[in-house]
Each structure stands twice: as structure tokens, then as C-alpha cells.
């Protein structure tokens, strides 16, 4: 009897054990997100809304979005994924042009200077860039473009002589050669750093789109911006390859859906901005004009050279790459 009933009993503490565990809810791990741009970027707004799309959709992992540098620098990211500081981040691709010539060609002057032809040059470079992050134990999840860059300046620019010492703010090293080729200075600035760059004269001018010029209030500072469409950046979100891999196969999907929409919806919002953000300019201010022939045929000449210089340097690698693009 004793026995029935200590069995008994064992087993209604068991069952009532395992109907208290089934209502325990188990926090999902958290992934910090890293953004080398202010909350109000439409980079950072995409990226929230990616992150709060799979956040909602499963329980494995809750993504927390860190604008404006506040987590690391922008200049940061990239190593920070790498070594899994944080699991997941952003980053400008044409800033990591050091870790390989793959990543400059986001930045090669004219050779894409339309929304168009930057897609068609993207999913020409997307595979080899693929091969790289998959090198440093990164997956690429989705890229962003910028509109089209322009030419800061504090005094006209008629043709390049203008910009000879003039204080030239770079943020990569195609934007450092270009500042040499013109005989300015090149300064590294980061993107949360414009402002204050102006503001205390280390930097004067710079290539960079409407985008910038708005979210930095640069019309305080800056009194000209060139429509010059030298090139169209571009941002990738991308991930720590080992933290992938311990992601669930059903996590994996609803991660790769929510980076397909919001690369559609990013390209779609960067179009839709990029004329806008030149009529505010304009409105607070700056004289915003398309280069004249002089400064825009010199220009050209400069994105030849960097192209020619860019196929040497990337080899055998980077001329499929174009042959890919031309053939588009």
C-alpha cells in the first residue's frame, strides 16, 4: 500500500513537474546589430525593421539594433563580426576595399553611376565577394545602396585644379586616391564624424551622396554639392559564420526571407530618395548643380584609370567580374 501510494505520488509530482515546464518561457538569445549610422538613416530604418521582422517571427534569437557607432565604430564592424563581439552587423563595402580588392569595386568611379547598372554590378561582384566573406568566416544576408555620389565643396569647383589642397575627406582608399590624383588632401573621416569634420575645417570637401549631406545638416558648413553621379556605395548586412550555423534550419530561413525583402525594400527606398534629398539640400541652402564639362570630363578620366588600375590589382578574379557586368 505504502508502496502504491509513494508511486503514486512520485508520479503526480512528475506530471505536474512537466505541466509547470511546458508553460516556462526561455529567452531567446540576444544578437547585437552594430550601425555605423544615425536611427534616422533610411540604412539604420531598414535594418530595424529586418531586425525586428525576425525577432517576431521565431523565439532563437532577438536582434538589437545599435545606431550611430554607439556599439562600435564603423570602422570596427567588420572585426567585430569576425571575432563574434557581436554576431551581426553592417558595414560600407567599399571601406574594407584592405581586405580585399573585391570590395573596391563598389567605389570605382563611373563605372556604375544608375541604380541599374549598380544592381547589374552587384550581382556581377555579389559570388566573389561571397568567396571572401566566406574566407573570413562571414555570410553576406543583403546590400544596400547609396544614391548617387556627389562633390562637397566649400568653394566652386570648376575642374580639378580648384581642388588642389584643398582638405578632402576620404573614406576608403579609393576615396583617398582620388583625393591624390586631384592634388587635395585626403583625411579619413567616419560617417558619424562629418559634421564636426566641417564644422572644424579638417575636412573642406568630399564625395558622398545627398544622403550624407541631409542626415549631417552639411548646408551649415557646406556651401556647394555637385551632382557629379560618380558612383552609387553600397552597405552590407552580414553575419558570423559560426553564429549562423548554430541557428536552427527553420531560424535560417525566416532570416534569409526578411534579408531578400529588405535588400528590395532598401534599393527601392535609396531611388526614391535620392532626388529628394538634393531638393532639401537646396532648400536649406546649398547650391546644388551638375558639374560643369571640364570638371565632369576629367572626373571620367579619373574612373578609367582607377579601373584599369583596379584589374590589375584584382587579377583574374576581378576581370570576370566585369566581363560578368559588361555582359549584362
Known sequence: MKKHMIRKGAASFIGGLAISLSGVTYAADTWDMPLAYSATNYHSEIAKEFADEVSAQQD???????????????????GAVRRNLAPIGERLIS??????????????????T????????????????????????LKLLYSVPWPPQGLYANKPINSIADMKGVKFRAYNPATSKIAEIMGAIPTKVEAAEVAQAFATGVAESMLSSGSTGYDQKLWEHVKYWYDVKAWLPKNMVFVNARAW????????????????????????????LANWYKVELAKNGMTVELAGSTLTDELQAIGVTMTLDWLKEAGPEGKQ???SYQAM
Open 321 to 323: 567580374v566585369i566581363d
Open 245 to 272: 550555423k548554430g541557428l536552427s534550419e527553420d531560424t535560417q530561413k525566416i532570416i534569409l526571407k526578411a534579408s531578400a525583402e529588405a535588400e528590395k525594400k532598401g534599393w527601392a527606398k535609396a531611388e526614391e
Open 60 to 78: 532563437e534569437i532577438e536582434i538589437i539594433t545599435h545606431p550611430s557607432g554607439s556599439l562600435f565604430k564603423g570602422g570596427e564592424i567588420y
Open 95 to 112: 571601406a574594407l576595399s584592405n581586405e580585399s580588392p573585391i570590395y573596391s569595386i563598389d567605389a570605382t568611379p563611373f563605372l556604375a
Open 114 to 137: 544608375d541604380f541599374d547598372s549598380s544592381w547589374k554590378l552587384y550581382q556581377a561582384s555579389k559570388p566573389a565577394m561571397e568567396k571572401v566573406l566566406a574566407r573570413q568566416g
